[in-house]
């Protein structure tokens, strides 16, 4: 008797697994990774950038960094190109927000590249502003020296650091 409900208690298990198990859908989707197609039918382009995205917009302009020169917050001829293309295509996404990020090299307090940083930041911001863009849709932080993008102690690695980064927030 008690083989008898071991038996039917395991066959009643077996049945419920089997009963639970998923089934294999009858189109895969593809694999991660691979490509198929140029994304435009899909409102994407042929790299997964949708229009509006991060991604386009990092693909559609010169730069998403300014940099400075030394104790700088100005912006020079190089800057207004980058600038320039930002805002053309900031002004073709009118409801996409951006944050603008000041940054400093190594040299100086921690208090004074914040300042500087935040200096640069609001000067790319009054740049964009000035070339129609609306400032309630641009904030800006600083970080001062405090995320360097080149670890060297030398001219070359703080050119590279002096800089204020446009990124693109959805």
């Not at 800057?79 to 951006?98: F, G, H, M, S």
């Not at 000035?130 to 641009?138: H, S, T």
């Not at 590279?160 to 990124?167: G, H």
Request: with cysteine.
């Amino acid at each position: 008797m008690a083989r008898l409900t071991t038996t039917i208690l395991l066959g009643t298990a077996l049945l419920a697994t089997a009963a639970c198990s998923k089934k294999r859908p009858e189109v895969l989707p593809p694999a991660p990774g691979s490509e198929t197609g140029t994304g435009s039918d899909t409102g994407q382009s042929a790299d997964g950038a949708a229009p509006g995205s991060r991604g386009d917009f990092e693909r559609s302009v010169t730069s998403t960094t300014v940099n400075f020169a030394l104790d700088s917050y100005d912006i020079d001829a190089r800057a207004r190109e980058i600038l320039d293309t930002q805002a053309t295509w900031l002004a073709r996404y009118p409801n996409v927000p951006i944050s603008l990020e000041g940054h400093a090299d190594e040299r100086g307090t921690r208090e004074y590249n914040l300042a500087l940083g935040d200096r640069r930041a609001n000067a790319a911001k009054n740049y964009l502003a000035g070339r129609g863009i609306n400032p309630a849709r641009i904030s800006t932080i600083s970080y001062g020296k405090e995320r360097p993008i080149a670890l060297g102690s030398d001219d070359a690695s703080w050119a590279q650091n002096r800089r204020a980064v446009t990124i693109v927030l959805n």
